[in-house]
């Protein structure tokens, strides 16, 4: 399926941005493949949850993976397409006795966005279970990465650097009973209702990535961020690293308070935080040059 002047608002966590050009729902793998053959241009996205889309919109083609839901089961292996929501998996996986996803419940991203940025929490990341991944490379076409081949690091994998799209991911993970898994992602689940906004409260998940050796949460908050706020965006009353958008606010509104939560902390601490959160937009100069004092990424081109 393709949509034209698509108003990506409604799909992106944070409930902010405007029309794009062009936008494909691929259904399949041999699909998503066909789309990316044919639109060497395009940026790809899962389920927008880690993205920033300017309110100005985007002159160009994305590729949502979000209709690619197929998962298979073998033995212990799991092997699930780049658009599965990964709070899916995570409760499939427990449904048939398997650990090492519990860490995904309450995930809003999509296989292929965790991969990608190797997502993690509670101690846990995408890199200790993945086995395979299936890529596509503009150059070389579909290739099969082992983990170690996939590079992966604090947020990061090889698919960062490199044009790589993900298609597909293994996980290899252990069989464990259902009490004690589904004991684990209650706590999880616990700790997430506790410290972090649920998707009522629009939100992209943690803004700036943690410093080595400290918590971006911390620093923002002993640098005051919790009182901040910029048109309709205001940061989290009990995370100081979550910006809510419950105002109908912009992307420049949350660019404006991300840069003055990462100037609040430079100057207390001497520290540049880095964002997590990854931008796309090319109608709003303002916002590309916030973007560049930010350092903030934007989505890249596949070619
Ligand atoms: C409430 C909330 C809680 C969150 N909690 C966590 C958490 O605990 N831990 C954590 O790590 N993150 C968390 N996040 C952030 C986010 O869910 C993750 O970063 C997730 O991995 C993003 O997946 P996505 O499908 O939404 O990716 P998108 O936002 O759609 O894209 C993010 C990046 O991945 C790239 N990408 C997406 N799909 C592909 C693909 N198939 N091939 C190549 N590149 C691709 C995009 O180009 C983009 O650069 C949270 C977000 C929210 C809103």
Redesign the pocket.
């Known amino acids: 399926m393709q949509e034209n002047d698509f108003d990506i608002s409604k799909l992106t966590?944070f409930k902010v941005g405007g029309k794009i050009r062009k936008v494909y729902f691929p259904e399949s793998v041999d699909e998503f493949v066909k789309i990316l053959k044919s639109e060497p241009d395009a940026?790809?996205?899962?389920?927008?949850?880690?993205?920033l889309v300017s309110s100005d919109g985007y002159d160009g083609v994305l590729i949502c993976?979000k209709r690619m839901d197929e998962i298979k089961i073998d033995g212990n292996l799991v092997t699930a397409s780049?658009g599965v929501r990964g709070t899916k998996l995570s409760k499939l996986a427990a449904a048939n006795g398997l650990s090492g996803l519990e860490f995904m419940i309450a995930?809003?991203?999509?296989v292929?966005?965790?991969v990608?940025?190797n997502?993690?929490?509670h101690g846990q990341m995408v890199s200790d279970v993945l086995k395979s991944a299936k890529i596509y490379s503009p150059e070389n076409g579909i290739l099969n990465f082992s983990n170690k081949e996939m590079k992966f690091a604090y947020?990061s994998s090889i698919?960062r650097e490199m044009p790589y799209?993900?298609l597909e991911a293994e996980f290899e993970l252990k069989p464990d009973t259902s009490d004690n898994i589904q004991k684990r992602m209650n706590e999880n689940l616990t700790f997430r209702q506790e410290k972090?906004?649920s998707?009522t409260l629009p939100?992209?998940?943690?803004v700036f990535k943690n410093p080595e050796g400290d918590s971006a949460g911390r620093l923002l908050e002993a640098a005051g961020a919790k009182q901040m706020k910029a048109g309709g965006a205001r940061v989290f009353e009990k995370h100081a690293n979550f910006i809510i958008n419950d105002n109908n606010a912009t992307s420049s509104d949350i660019l404006i308070l991300m840069d003055k939560m990462s100037s609040a902390v430079e100057n207390k601490y001497g520290i540049k935080l880095i964002p997590e959160v990854?931008y796309l937009g090319n109608n709003n100069e303002k916002e590309v040059e916030l973007c560049r004092k930010l350092k903030m990424e934007s989505?890249k081109i596949q070619k």
């Open positions: 966590s940026v790809v996205a899962g389920n927008l949850s880690n993205v993976t780049a995930f809003p991203g999509s292929g966005g965790e990608y940025m997502a993690g929490a947020r698919c799209v993900i972090q906004p998707l939100n992209c998940g943690s990854r989505i």
